[in-house]
């Protein structure tokens, strides 16, 4: 280095302290960039979460709508206490046909236990 210019010496120097800056500032950047993405990653999950919440509350709201649909209706009561399977079967069978042609369950399978 003896050999060298004072301007070579110069260049020299500049480009080390500028290539030292260039490492240091990236992985910095790095680790700010991984920071941020964690914290959208959480975000995302976070309102992933809450919305498979509301969906479950909102069926279970339905759910419990129609059970207390069939539990009020006076000829599936009527078919009950007089064991008439048929009468039930119908009547179920015209409540599953309501539910499907007035909410958004269309391939719900309400009623296959009788």
Known sequence: MKNLGISSKIFILSSVVALVLIVISSAIML????????KVI?????ELHNLLH???DA????GLTNVLSIASNETLKEALITDNRD??????????????????????KTFNLI
């Open 59 to 62: 069926k279970k709201s339905v």
């Open 54 to 56: 509301s969906e479950i």
């Open 31 to 38: 680790s700010k960039v991984s920071d941020i993405e964690t």
């Open 42 to 46: 959480s975000n995302k999950m976070n």
């Open 87 to 108: 009468i039930a079967i119908d009547t179920l069978s015209s409540i599953a046909k309501d539910f499907k042609d007035n909410t958004g369950f269309k391939n719900t």
